[in-house]
């Protein structure tokens, strides 16, 4: 079966820039759909950013130009560089994986069965 498992993070003060990686064993990430999301305390989990199957790619208007998800075949993992860092980022974030294509909603997490352990981003002012 598939297992992601999440890696990066941290605490970074606002504008400074952190690597979130998910490892992904049991299947080929180039053959998954996959995505990140995140949930702040006392918040609904949200979706991040989404790539299919053949690479589409979207990003949630609150990280556009700012967070970019890819995936590093050589490595299997699913990668999401994240620069300009705002407090509002702050929260538990996710990996998330699924070998459906197309995803129908991909910006929601019913629609996807694999999931990483999640790792804690803390921007501070």
């Known amino acids: 079966s598939v297992r992601l498992v999440n890696s990066g993070g941290g605490s970074v003060q606002a504008g400074g820039s952190l690597r979130l990686s998910c490892v992904v064993s049991?299947?080929?990430?180039?053959?998954?759909?996959v995505a990140w999301f995140r949930q702040a305390p006392g918040q609904q989990r949200e979706g991040v950013a989404t790539?299919?199957?053949?690479?589409?790619?979207n990003h949630a208007d609150s990280v556009k130009g700012r967070f970019t998800i890819s995936r590093d075949s050589a490595q299997n993992t699913l990668d999401l560089p994240m620069k300009s860092l705002k407090t509002e980022d702050t929260a538990l974030y996710y990996c998330?994986?699924?070998?459906?294509?197309?995803?129908?909603?991909?910006?929601?997490?019913?629609?996807?069965?694999?999931w990483g352990q999640g790792t804690q981003v803390t921007v501070s002012s």
């Open positions: 790539q299919g199957r053949f690479g589409n790619t």
């Open positions: 049991g299947f080929t990430v180039e053959a998954l759909s």
């Open positions: 998330a994986a699924d070998g459906t294509w197309p995803i129908p909603h991909p910006f929601r997490g019913a629609f996807y069965n694999y």
